[in-house]
């Protein structure tokens, strides 16, 4: 129980809800040459381009949502629009 509960907090978890075993989203972002992982930190300098990249495993939803700093992003298509 305690290893399940350090995973979550790392923030790198995916707790699939409706138990299908077969789904396995991820998602890393990039600025510069630095780069981040789900649950990660990526500090970016203002005014500088952050590229994030989704893998949906399994997951048939094309919308995800970015959290940054405590604030909500708007939901990203994962075709590259804004949704």
Same mark, same amino acid.
């Given at each position: 129980?305690?290893? /399940?509960?350090? =995973?979550?907090?790392? #923030?790198?978890? !995916?707790?699939?809800?409706? #138990? *299908?075993?077969?789904? /396995?989203?991820?998602?890393?972002?990039?600025?510069?040459?630095?780069?981040?992982?789900? #649950? =990660? *930190? /990526?500090?970016?300098?203002?005014?500088? *381009?952050?590229? !994030? !990249?989704?893998?949906?495993? =399994?997951?048939?939803?094309r919308i995800i949502q970015v959290i940054v700093a405590r604030a909500h992003f708007s939901g990203l298509? /994962? *075709? #590259?629009?804004?949704?």
């Amino acid at each position: 129980m305690h290893r /399940l509960l350090a =995973g979550v907090r790392s #923030g790198r978890a !995916f707790i699939d809800v409706e #138990g *299908t075993r077969n789904r /396995l989203p991820d998602l890393s972002a990039r600025a510069g040459d630095r780069q981040a992982v789900m #649950g =990660g *930190t /990526l500090p970016v300098p203002e005014g500088e *381009t952050v590229r !994030f !990249f989704a893998e949906r495993n =399994g997951v048939p939803s094309r919308i995800i949502q970015v959290i940054v700093a405590r604030a909500h992003f708007s939901g990203l298509d /994962l *075709t #590259g629009r804004a949704a």
